[in-house]
């Protein structure tokens, strides 16, 4: 076995000379057969260190081309969720801003009931949800409790307006919402859009609520006499004439007191006639809100003139007997659009109502 190992060593890498010509002279290289073996272990191994080197470069180039791939995958990942994030956050910000507009919306309307209201049933306190209840539960938890205060302000606002509708349709005065008040004052404006259908109902429901208790401030709601100072010694309706003894419609009320009695304005207005009318006598009329005027006959003295602006209780007359007058009394009307009002029966329902 050695000897055939050594013959094929021979046989392969046998002695060689390499002869060289340089400058005309001739040289000679021996190259033995073990300087060839280490040449061509050398080369052999030189292939296999560029082989394995290869190997290992483009494993380490797939590796890194992997890792890359993940890491993209990742990042776009992350942006995703980054993304989901922005968009939970966003909703949260706009329901939050829908809540505290709906907040505000109810505070102002809790502010702005009339007085008079009786809002005993209202509570106007919201629980607090757990500290460690989420976002959605602690919202939709408030949003229930809005829910339940609108419709109970819904619900006194109505009651409210109707039993006031109610009162006034039983006197015989009709409401209307074009007259316009003494109002000013700096703006605020709520932001309509993020409030529901319903809310926006009830504020316009309580916006003619408030046109209603206002108007009731303007309305004659007291005699123009001293309680004191007169008693009704005709009624209004149908009554026997003082001087025909025949059936008649009374238009107003007869209030007897004594002579120069003080006649006062039962509510502010402008004096719309001062002097004499026919059988009223000396006359007054005056005119107030929502299309409400008010009449006095038989006045012994006149303290107003046509066009005077006059206050509530400011004393415009004395009491007298003259026209077509039998003693010394008051005629006085309560008259909307023309029509007569029966002046007892609105005072009464104008206190009642306040």
């Known amino acids: 076995m050695l000897n055939s190992i050594t013959t094929l060593f021979n046989q392969l890498f046998q002695k060689r000379q390499l002869l060289l010509r340089q400058n005309g002279e001739v040289g000679m290289i021996t190259l033995s057969s073990w300087l060839q073996l280490t040449a061509v272990i050398s080369l052999v191994a030189l292939i296999v260190w560029l082989i394995i080197v290869s190997k290992a470069f483009f494993a380490q180039k797939n590796v890194i081309t992997t890792l890359n791939v993940a890491n993209e995958a990742q990042q776009y990942q992350w942006l995703q969720e980054k993304k989901q994030l922005q968009q939970q956050l966003q909703a949260q910000q706009q329901?939050?801003?829908?809540?505290?507009?709906?907040?505000?919306a109810l505070q102002s309307l809790i502010e702005?009931?009339?007085?008079?209201?009786?809002?005993?049933?209202?509570?106007?306190?919201?629980?607090?949800?757990?500290p460690q209840a989420s976002f959605q539960v602690k919202s939709q938890h408030v949003h229930q409790l809005q829910e339940q205060l609108i419709s109970a302000l819904n619900h006194t606002i109505e009651s409210r307006t109707l039993s006031i509708n109610k009162l006034l349709d039983e006197?015989?005065?009709?409401?209307?919402s074009n007259d316009t008040l003494a109002q000013?004052?700096?703006?605020?404006?709520?932001?309509?859009?993020?409030?529901?259908?319903?809310?926006?109902?009830?504020?316009?429901?309580l916006v003619e609520l408030s046109e209603l208790e206002q108007l009731i401030h303007h309305l004659p709601s007291e005699m123009p006499v001293a309680k004191d100072d007169y008693y009704i010694s005709s009624p209004f309706g149908f009554r026997k004439d003082p001087m025909t003894g025949r059936r008649a419609f009374h238009k107003g009320v007869d209030l007897a007191g004594w002579h120069k009695t003080a006649i006062v304005a039962?509510?502010?207005?402008?004096v719309l006639r001062a002097g004499t009318n026919g059988g009223y006598g000396k006359f007054i009329e005056i005119q107030h809100k929502n299309g409400i005027t008010t009449r006095f006959g038989h006045l012994h003295t006149i303290k107003v003139t046509k066009g005077q602006a006059v206050k509530k209780s400011d004393t415009i007359a004395l009491m007298g007997s003259t026209g077509r007058s039998t003693s010394t009394h008051l005629h006085y009307e309560v008259l909307q659009n023309n029509k007569q009002i029966n002046p007892v029966k609105l005072a009464k329902v104008i206190n009642r109502v306040q």
């Open 266 to 270: 039962p509510a502010a207005g402008t």
């Open 95 to 104: 329901k939050l801003s829908d809540l505290t507009e709906k907040q505000l």
């Open 171 to 176: 006197a015989g005065v009709v409401f209307r």
């Open 112 to 130: 702005a009931l009339p007085p008079a209201r009786d809002d005993n049933n209202i509570n106007t306190e919201q629980e607090e949800s757990a």
């Open 184 to 205: 000013g004052g700096p703006y605020h404006s709520l932001v309509l859009e993020q409030l529901p259908t319903h809310y926006i109902n009830t504020i316009d429901k």
